[in-house]
């Protein structure tokens, strides 16, 4: 006690700060950025030094449309998560009161629901002879039941319910921030509703628009669990490929190369945002 | 409230039957499952067509399912737990270190949210294979800390930045150290978001269902994999729904738990004691202030700079023992740096602080028994206004019987005796001030701080507040110094005023000095309203343009400034009979209560002049012709340093 009490105030504060901080660096350092150098080594592993082989057999012709399809797959998921939650954001910003409190209960809980629970709720709806084709049947709107399910069309629905409500709270934030004065300012000014929408209100959600946009196609790369079930072998990303790697085909140094590549796919979309938007503002920005 | 007022009411409604129907959409997934978890027949009819309970009987009857759900809990639960221990308080270092350091830490941090879950899963996998550790409950409780930690530091970081940094300052200045502000103020704050970032961790590992694959091992079967192994791979039983519904009840009853504590937190009724610390022993400074009176202060060529920036260049400044001191300026002056400088929330780069002749430059804001009134106030939130007055004898170790005497005192000084169990926030804004001003000076502190106290307030309570102020002044005798750039509040309070401009002091002196001798063109042109010439002295004669020159007092030589006030100046109606120092005419008439304010152009400027509102010369018109005249010794002459 007497000592601490001689040091400087400026030095006690450091101190705090330091062993606040030490416990969380240590597990970090040794649970996550050892592991991911370990993938690194590994994946450069080979019997006689180093050697980039594993890498030159992800540009196999099969690798490259597997690339292909995940890309395409985050960035479709990704815009129409934008398109539907959008309206939903825009309208948690504009209310107030219980009616925003029952929105928000109703979207943490879809935010919150098990994966795992929900991908199967989703088999029980769309497969053949399920809720939703035996409604449209019993209603005599389709004579034969459609395909809904085991294929892309399912991932699709799959992905995009369980990535919505992460769009919805990273926009809400940044729409919420819009001083209402300026569409006002804007419609006294002349400009129409569509108009003040496109070009006030709309620039300046943007960076909202970005952020979301971002954590959801990082979260869409690397999805696993939905497509594996919906998606009946016709949706196989890289997040599968990587699983077969390590359990069946049991190539420790494909699976590594194959890690590393998808990794950076998602450090390189987080670098863009970073230098857009900052990467801060994940953190509810900076005091 | 916010864009409503721009919208139809019509296309509010369109978007709110479309935000519905998605929620809705959102939540069918559960919908259906809870209803066939009690369906009483093995197809998957819905709605069912009979009810029982008989797969939530079958799923505790079957051993694998129990205890998948058993390791699953347990997992979750103490990787919320260790992530919560850890996070939490590496958020609250992360908002302390300098904004770069911060900025590489949270890229860190923030990195396993990020990372895709399987390439997490199998970097782990290859770790914890060389270390031997696959297959214990503890690999997976780690790799799902790692995981979940950033869940908890974002909850955290995002309630951390929206608290005043003025809390922790008031925690400081009321005499509790590093430790006990942590542990008093910042944890209790706090609390809600560590709870609702825990809540969320567990939910998440608790569905979590990759990185378990690869590393429970055969032998840890959570409570994901058996699911993902049910539906993967079993294809479908009724079994999983009831699981899947039990899912659903955890995660609501967490979110429900978590939004119901957060709201009941703050209404928590006054009676935990006046507690801790009985280790510090009695502090300095708890004699009434009458015994041991005001402390002289003393600036000494004090030197303060934010990068190139000097906001406070080289002051020095003595403040007597027991005086109130007002320390006047435009914004961005320094003189809140001043202050923060001799509370010591910041440190100053060169020269020095003196109370009572002692040097406290290497003293701790909490050991300096000075009182800060905030800005901000900067009232607990979390504590009712008897623990907030309470709060820095609390911290002193008093016995409790000796803190309500003291508590009880103080809010009959400020007259708040009513109020005492009331939260803060159910307190208007005069009676927060109030609150303030008692717990800054409940430990009579030798010195007490004032902030822009009354910025907030409106303009009948601020003269109410002046009075209180004033009156509890005499009545405890400390040294008061007092910030703000209201002139009329300056006037009204204190002894001395200070003027400070661009981090510099421009001159000490009582109202009167000030403005009837102001030091330079600055004190002249800021304290009050003035006419400021500018010109050449020659003689008796000063040369301001071709077409002014002015009569001076005295002889002068070389670049000056004259000030002249409004009110010294005579206004005659042209007539060819009379003379004045110059003719001008009248181009607006303000009323402004006991005064007149008139402008007046003369000789290509214009001046004000002020006259009592009852005065022949306030009845001139804009356009009418006027002379202007006054008395020599009226002109106050500078050195002009521009």
């Known amino acids: 006690m007497r000592l601490w009490a001689r040091l400087a105030w400026p030095r006690q504060q450091m101190l705090v700060t330091a062993t606040l901080m030490t416990p969380a660096l240590l597990v970090m350092l040794l649970l996550f950025l050892l592991p991911m150098g ?30 292909g399809f995940t890309f395409q797959l985050a960035l479709v ?111 006294s000014l002349g400009a129409s509703a569509p108009v003040t929408f496109l070009r006030v209100y709309l620039p300046l959600s943007a960076p909202g628009v970005l952020a979301g946009s971002t954590l959801v196609f990082t979260m ?31 190539d420790f140094p494909l699976a590594s190369a194959t890690s590393i590549v998808l990794l950076a796919a998602s450090i390189a979309t987080l670098s863009v945002y970073d230098r857009l938007v900052g990467i801060d503002r994940i953190f509810g920005g900076t005091r | 409230m916010t864009a409503l007022t721009l919208e139809s009411p019509t296309r509010l409604r369109g978007l709110k039957v479309y935000s519905w129907t998605l929620l809705t959409i959102m939540l069918l997934p559960a919908a259906i499952l809870i209803p066939l978890s009690f369906s009483a027949d093995a197809a998957f009819v819905f709605p069912p067509r009979a009810y029982s309970l008989r797969w939530y009987e079958r799923l505790w009857d079957q051993s694998r399912w129990r205890d998948a759900a058993l390791l699953s809990l347990q ?32 890229q860190v941090f923030i990195a396993p949210l990020i990372v895709p879950l399987m390439v997490l899963g199998v970097a782990l996998y290859f770790q914890f294979a060389a270390l031997r550790l696959l297959g214990s409950v503890w690999s997976l409780v780690l ?117 119901g504590w957060t709201r009941r937190r703050w209404n928590q009724p006054a009676g935990f004691a006046a507690d801790v610390s009985t280790r510090l022993g009695p502090s300095l400074g708890l004699l009434p202030a009458a015994e041991r009176g005001g402390a002289a202060i003393e600036f000494e060529a004090v030197i ?72 901000s106030y900067a009232l607990f939130p979390h504590l009712d206004v008897r623990r907030n007055v309470a709060f820095p004898l609390s911290v002193r170790g008093l016995p409790r019987a000796e803190i309500d005497r003291r508590v009880d005192e103080m809010l009959h000084l400020v007259r708040l005796e009513a109020f005492s169990t009331r939260r803060i926030t159910q307190l208007s804004g005069g009676q927060q001030q109030r609150v303030a001003l008692a717990r800054a000076i409940v430990f009579r502190p030798r010195v007490l701080l004032m902030d822009e106290p009354l910025a907030a307030l409106d303009r009948n309570l601020r003269l109410d507040m002046q009075i209180e102020i004033k009156r509890l ?44 001798k102001p030091a330079n063109t600055f004190v002249a042109g800021f304290f009050g309203a003035t006419n400021l010439f500018r010109g050449i002295a020659a003689g008796a004669c000063l ?35 009379r003379r004045g120092e110059l003719a001008g005419t009248v181009v607006e008439v303000t009323f402004q209560g006991s005064v007149m304010r008139l402008l007046v152009a003369a000789a290509g400027r214009s001046l004000v002049v002020t006259k009592p509102s009852t005065s022949p010369a306030a009845a001139f018109r804009p356009g009418d012709a006027v002379l202007l005249d006054w008395d020599l010794s009226a002109l106050h002459l500078m050195e002009d340093e521009a």
């Not at chain 2, 979750?76 to 350091?101: D, E, F, M, Q």
């Open chain 1, 38 to 67: 370990r993938l690194l080594l590994l994946s450069i592993q080979g019997e006689s030094g180093p050697t980039l082989a594993h890498y030159a057999e992800l540009l196999r012709p099969v690798y490259g449309r597997l690339l």
């Open chain 2, 304 to 375: 303060k700079r934010f990068g190139d920036h000097a906001a406070v260049d080289c002051v020095s400044l003595r403040v007597e023992p027991g005086e109130f001191l007002t320390v006047l300026g435009p914004s961005g002056s320094g003189k809140t740096t001043l202050l923060m400088l001799l509370a010591g929330f910041t440190g100053h780069d060169s020269g020095r602080i003196l109370v009572e002749g002692r040097d406290i430059g290497p003293v701790a804001p909490h050991r300096r028994d000075i009182g800060v009134v905030f800005q």
């Open chain 2, 75 to 106: 997992v979750a639960a103490l990787a919320a737990l260790v992530a919560t221990l850890l996070g939490s308080p590496a958020a609250i270092g992360l908002a302390r270190l300098p904004p770069r350091l911060a900025r590489s830490f949270r």
């Open chain 2, 143 to 259: 790799a799902h800390t790692v995981l979940v930690m950033p869940f908890v530091m974002i909850t955290v970081s995002a309630r951390l930045v929206s608290l005043d940094p003025a809390l922790e300052r008031a925690a400081h200045a009321s005499g509790a150290g590093p430790w006990k502000t942590l542990a008093r103020v910042v944890l209790p704050l706090l609390a809600p978001a560590m709870a609702a970032g825990a809540a969320f961790a567990f939910i998440f590992s608790f569905d979590e269902v990759v990185i378990a694959q690869f590393l429970a091992g055969p032998r840890l079967e959570t409570l994901p994999r058996r699911l993902w192994e049910g539906i993967a791979i079993g294809g479908l039983e009724n079994t999983i729904t009831a699981v899947t519904s039990l899912q659903i009840a955890i995660a609501l009853i967490g979110i429900l738990m978590v939004e």
């Open chain 2, 543 to 577: 040369v301001c343009s071709p077409e002014l020159a002015l009569r001076l007092p005295e002889v002068r030589h070389g670049r000056i400034a004259a000030s002249l006030r409004p009110e010294s100046i005579e206004l005659l109606a042209a007539d060819a009979s």
């Open chain 1, 77 to 187: 998921v990704t815009l129409l998560c934008l398109l539907l939650g959008y309206p939903i954001a825009y309208l948690l910003a504009a209310t107030t009161g219980s009616a925003r409190r029952w929105m928000m209960v109703a979207l943490l809980l879809a935010l919150w629901l098990s994966i795992l629970a929900r991908t199967y709720a989703w088999i029980i709806l769309l497969q053949r002879n399920g809720v939703i084709n035996g409604l449209l049947q019993a209603a005599g709107i389709i004579g034969q039941p459609l395909e809904l399910v085991y294929n892309r069309f399912g991932v699709y629905v799959g992905m995009v319910h369980i990535l919505l409500p992460f769009m919805v709270i990273t926009l809400v934030p940044t729409l919420r921030a819009i001083d209402p004065a300026l569409p006002r300012a804007a419609r």
């Open chain 2, 473 to 516: 002044h005499r009545a405890l005798g400390q040294t008061v110094i007092y910030v703000t750039h209201d002139q009329e509040e300056a006037l009204n309070l204190s002894d001395r005023i200070a003027i400070m401009h661009s981090g510099q002091m421009q001159q000490v002196g009582s109202p009167k000095e000030l403005y009837l």
């Open chain 1, 220 to 250: 869409a790369l690397g999805f696993f669990v939905t497509p594996a079930v919906l998606g009946g072998g016709h949706a196989t990303t890289i997040a599968m490929v990587i699983q077969d790697q390590v359990q069946n085909l049991i």
